[in-house]
């Protein structure tokens, strides 16, 4: 690799120059900071040397300063390391640019001039990057002659002088170095720019207004300059991002070093906390504030509370209004002061003060807190000798004494709350809508016997009545028609004849399966309605051959099973055809005969299973039974309590199991107890699920109408108290946010109850009508409720053999 040339860089006052003594040049053009130092350090031609950028001139000659290479030259270049460019500072004056160019007005010369120009200051810029290498120089080193400070310069605006230099003489404004002088010692900038374009010595000169002289920048500044305009750190060695150092390592290092060291003396000392505890007891003991009992322990306190003497004492201080007001404790409150004397209590009132005979005749007419002055009677003495004793000097004071001694001793704060504001903000029932309002039809039943239960078909078109005389009537809703009437009662009756009621009535709630349950004595029939299409007959003929078939072949029941529970088909109560036209299968059609009376029989939501309480059969009271295979199982053991109703979760293998005192959920898969809810109440008398599976409510002889929230808590949720007698039945809507309960009353109460998915919101209850549905007959009101599937429509029917319908009009 060629050996850098020795260059010399010659500094003026004015102006920076370079000499390249190796090359013999007598002159070069100053160093331009705009130069591009990665385009312009190439090789130039002209009359001078060529000029090599690989010596000198690019940045990465720089980079590579002071660190290791795999350059195979990098031996040689340190075998010539004691021929670096020597530099020295000369003092010569800048020649002037030719006259061919300063005078001549052609572009083409003033170009050529300025390529020139570029030449020779890329040529110089290895040179200054190269002073930057020296010792750095710190800016304390910089001379100034003002001494003014950090001072803004616009404070001597008004004066003649701009500071003060080291020997304590003004500087005067306009005072520089050179041969121009500016008015006010402010340069004219056109002036000054057209004389920098004339003179080329003057391209890095600037005017230091503190000092009020012109500078002329070195090599080294113009660099700085330089690489801070093209983004890059001042010094080229800067490194912006260093590799971090890790001072202190993550590991805990374990050496065996101070393993066998001994204890330390200062475990063997006494503790210097001890030690001041001990020099401040000392202290207290010495100034008189404890004394040895108190150290020893005999008295627990330097200064017990005094006893409670029964001296009189002051209960109102008023020298300590101030002191009171900045204790600790409740807020003081000043004793009530005596209402100062006014004009009328003087010995010498005005003639206006005086009263008048008839206006004493009236004082005397009124209470003492009426009158003007109270028990004073403004009276007008000659002089204040003549006054006598006050009358009522001895009834004031007593009545002082009562003022102080029943004034409040602390303060109360009285909240202003508006009692209304504290009542939740329930919509309005007409922004609830719909909900049934109005009865729009009436069932006459024959007879008017006692109506236990309703129940209505899936298409929402018909309903069945369960009566107290053993029949089970089918109604047209829409028309108010008796349609059929079957009398279960006599077949369930006994053999004296008697003819059994029948309690609960239930419609297959799959459409299509037009299955009707009936609870009559101890059996429970299975009964077709007749109704339907001809794909609703054909689905309901299916299901009942299938189920009849199992039963006349026996094999469906388990011998467990046989002792409680028998299936037998009735094919001489089987009618041919029914309602429809298409039905071949209607009325009674299969028995299934329980040991002992059965009051309850429910369907679970896909059709097919159904359960069967009879409360008094003991572990047989719960019964659960399969309509296409003709099979029962016994899901319990036994059971504690009698049971009063049961229903099957809407969706998950769950059975809500309702005593007498509790609600108890089971899952049939895992033949366990999930959760027991505890009502609260004397006798459940029937329960609801709601069709999202998580909300509950139940019915109570003691009038209460309980909301459980099975995410929330076994407790009730809410617990309604609007009935004035038993609740009989509660029912949630399919569909619709709508709660329904009748009660003994007769009254049927409608609630709004809207139960959202958002777990952090609860269930918004409102009631929103109260139906006077029936009458009361052997204190027997409203006995059974039914929402219809589709339409928020409400069927009742109570003890005075009456069913209504009631619609949202």
């Not at 000198?56 to 660190?67: K, N």
């Not at 906390?273 to 401040?280: I, S």
């Not at 309850?600 to 009879?614: E, I, N, Q, R």
């Not at 319990?636 to 998950?652: E, L, Q, R, S, V």
């Amino acid at each position: 690799m060629a050996k850098p040339s020795k260059k010399t860089v010659a500094l003026e006052e004015d102006s920076p120059e370079i000499v390249d003594s190796s090359s013999g040049s007598d002159s070069e053009s100053p160093y331009d900071s705009d130069a591009d130092d990665d385009d312009d350090a190439g090789s130039y031609h002209s009359d001078n040397e060529p000029f090599d950028s690989e010596q000198e001139g690019s940045d990465a000659g720089f980079e590579d300063q002071g660190s290791d290479s795999d350059d195979p030259d990098s031996d040689q270049e340190d075998s010539d390391s004691d021929s670096e460019p020597e530099l020295k500072i000369e003092k010569t004056l800048t020649p002037p640019p030719p006259p061919s160019f300063k005078n001549s007005g052609d572009v083409r010369s003033a170009v050529h001039q300025r390529e020139l120009e570029k030449v020779f200051d890329s040529a110089a810029v290895g040179h200054n990057q190269s002073l930057l290498h020296v010792d750095d120089l710190s800016s304390d080193d910089e001379e100034g002659n003002n001494t003014i400070g950090r001072v803004p310069l616009h404070w001597y605006d008004e004066y003649d002088h701009i500071g003060y230099d080291t020997s304590g003489e003004k500087m005067m404004k306009g005072t520089v170095s050179g041969d121009r002088e500016g008015e006010g010692g402010v340069f004219d900038e056109l002036n000054d720019s057209l004389a920098r374009l004339n003179d080329p010595s003057k391209r890095f000169t600037i005017y230091d207004s503190l000092n009020a002289k012109e500078v002329t920048l070195t090599p080294r500044e113009i660099e700085v300059i330089r690489r801070i305009q093209a983004g890059a750190y001042a010094h080229p060695e800067h490194e912006g991002n260093p590799d971090y150092v890790h001072y202190y390592s993550s590991q805990k290092e374990i050496s065996g070093i101070n393993s066998d060291r001994p204890e330390p003396k200062r475990n063997f000392q006494s503790s210097k906390y001890e030690a001041l505890m001990v020099r401040r007891l000392l202290k207290r003991l010495k100034d008189g504030k404890i004394d040895m009992d108190y150290l020893t322990g005999k008295k627990k306190e330097m200064n017990p509370k005094k006893e409670q003497s029964d001296d009189p004492f002051l209960m109102w201080k008023g020298d300590e209004e101030d002191e009171l007001l900045y204790r600790k404790g409740p807020t003081h409150i000043a004793a009530a002061k005596a209402k100062p004397p006014s004009t009328a209590e003087s010995y010498n009132p005005p003639e206006e003060y005086i009263p008048t005979p008839e206006e004493l005749e009236a004082w005397e007419k009124l209470d003492v807190e009426d009158r003007p002055y109270g028990l004073v009677v403004p009276k007008k003495y000659k002089n204040l000798r003549s006054v006598g004793a006050y009358q009522h000097s001895l009834r004031e004071r007593f009545e002082r004494c009562l003022d102080l001694y029943l004034a409040p001793r602390e303060m109360k704060r009285r909240l202003n709350i508006d009692p209304e504001s504290l009542v939740p903000q329930l919509p309005k029932p007409s922004d609830l809508k719909p909900y049934p309002s109005i009865k729009c039809v009436e069932f006459v039943t024959p007879g008017k016997p006692k109506i236990r239960d309703v129940t209505v078909s899936g298409d929402g078109q018909y309903m069945c009545s369960a009566a107290e005389d053993g029949f089970v009537r089918l109604w047209e809703i829409h028309t108010g028609r008796l349609m059929k009437s079957w009398n279960v009662g006599e077949l369930a009756g006994g053999e004296d004849g008697e003819t059994a009621t029948v309690s609960s009535v239930e419609w297959n709630p799959v459409a299509g399966r037009n299955v009707i349950l009936a609870c009559s004595g101890s059996s429970v029939f299975l009964i077709g309605s007749g109704t339907g299409g001809e794909e609703d007959c054909e689905t309901t003929s299916a299901v009942v051959d299938t189920a009849v078939g199992k039963v006349k072949g026996g094999a469906g029941l388990s011998e467990k099973a046989k002792k409680v529970v028998k299936w037998t088909v009735l094919d001489g109560q089987k009618e041919e055809r029914g309602v429809s036209k298409f039905s071949t299968a209607a009325g009674p059609i299969v028995r299934i005969e329980m040991k002992m009376k059965t009051t309850l029989a429910s369907w679970h939501s896909k059709g097919d299973y159904f359960v069967t309480v009879s409360p008094s059969a003991g572990a047989a009271a719960v019964l659960i039974h399969q309509l296409t295979k003709g099979t029962t199982q016994q899901p319990f053991g036994k059971t504690k309590g009698a049971i009063g109703d049961a229903k099957f979760h809407p969706t998950k293998p769950f059975l809500f199991v309702a005593t007498q005192q509790y609600v108890k959920v089971y899952h049939l898969l895992k033949q366990t107890m999930v959760k027991k809810l505890l009502p609260n109440c004397k006798h459940l008398t029937s329960i609801s699920i709601h069709s999202s599976g998580d909300h509950v409510i139940c019915g109570t002889l003691d009038r209460k109408l309980i909301w459980f929230d099975l995410d929330l808590s076994a407790k009730p949720y809410k617990t309604l108290r609007y009935h004035t007698k038993a609740i009989r039945a509660a029912s949630f809507h399919k569909s619709h946010p709508l709660m329904a309960s009748c009660s003994d009353d007769g009254d049927v109460h409608v609630f709004h109850a809207r139960v959202y998915d958002d777990l952090m919101r609860n269930p918004l209850i409102v009631p929103v009508k109260i139906l006077k549905a029936h009458d009361v007959v052997g204190r027997l009101g409203g006995l059974g409720l039914v929402w219809c599937k589709r339409l928020p429509w409400l069927i009742t029917c109570g003890a005075d053999g009456r069913i209504c319908l009631w619609q949202d009009l």
